[in-house]
């Protein structure tokens, strides 16, 4: 069955701090693996694609990592800020099927001033 | 452009009763999504369609019906509300539903909380 599991489920940072979320799954055939930010009482924001090939993808002050061969990816947050605060889902697709996503239950990131 | 806009925000029902949560999209997309997200768990399928005038069942599309009026809207339909319902519920569009990267990424709308009691 495919799955996508995140860690930690919850973490609190203060301002200016780095933090690395961690994504692992088990998704097959893989197609490509995405992360999202999700404000409170919003929708989904994407953050960032990549593709088999792709090992690291940059979008602003967030960084992702994939690591195909081990099937983990890293969300990292570079000099966090009070509006990081959000909760981050790891969405993988799997080839096949229509790109059928499977979703992580999420990181909830709180950055305290 | 609005992106995709869901109404309504929030709804309490009965048990029993039924209501359509409307969601509609401006970025001329194929392709439209419904999914639930519930406390701890990651969102999941309930129907999509891949173009207009096609749906299909996703993960978890029981007590649920849907309709693609026509490209830009879809509509959820909950005929007879459950408790196991209470859920928030999101509608995503893309340009299709596969094929090369960019066509595929899904934008989502701000949510209908809803509560069944």
């Known amino acids: 069955k495919n799955q996508v599991e995140q860690s930690p489920q919850s973490l609190i940072i203060l301002e200016g701090k780095n933090c690395t979320l961690q994504?692992?799954?088990?998704?097959?055939?893989?197609?490509?693996l995405r992360w999202y930010k999700q404000d409170t009482g919003r929708g989904p924001v994407s953050l960032t694609i990549?593709?088999?090939?792709?090992n690291t993808k940059s979008n602003g002050r967030y960084t992702a990592t994939l690591d195909a061969d081990t099937k983990q990816s890293s969300l990292h947050i570079t000099a966090s800020q009070l509006s990081d605060s959000a909760s981050y889902i790891c969405?993988?697709?799997?080839?096949?099927?229509?790109?059928?996503?499977?979703f992580g239950g999420g990181t909830r990131v709180l950055v305290k001033p | 452009n609005a992106g995709v806009t869901q109404t309504p925000k929030f709804q309490v029902l009965k048990t029993g009763q039924s209501m359509t949560l409307q969601c509609a999209q401006d970025?001329?997309?194929?392709?439209m999504y419904w999914y639930r997200q519930d406390p701890g768990m990651g969102l999941r399928l309930i129907y999509y369609?891949?173009?207009?005038?096609?749906?299909d069942k996703g993960e978890v599309p029981n007590g649920y019906n849907v309709s693609r009026l026509n490209k830009r809207e879809f509509s959820l339909r909950l005929e007879s509300a459950a408790p196991s319902q209470t859920s928030v519920y999101f509608c995503?569009?893309?340009?299709?539903?596969?094929?090369?990267?960019?066509?595929?990424?899904?934008?989502f709308g701000p949510g209908t909380r809803l509560t069944v009691t």
């Open positions: 995503a569009s893309s340009e299709s539903r596969s094929g090369p990267r960019g066509s595929y990424e899904q934008y």
């Open positions: 994504c692992n799954y088990t998704v097959s055939p893989f197609s490509n």
């Open positions: 990549m593709t088999f090939s792709e």
């Open positions: 969405v993988v697709s799997a080839q096949a099927a229509g790109n059928k996503l499977t």
């Open positions: 970025m001329n997309h194929n392709s």
């Open positions: 369609s891949a173009s207009e005038g096609t749906t």
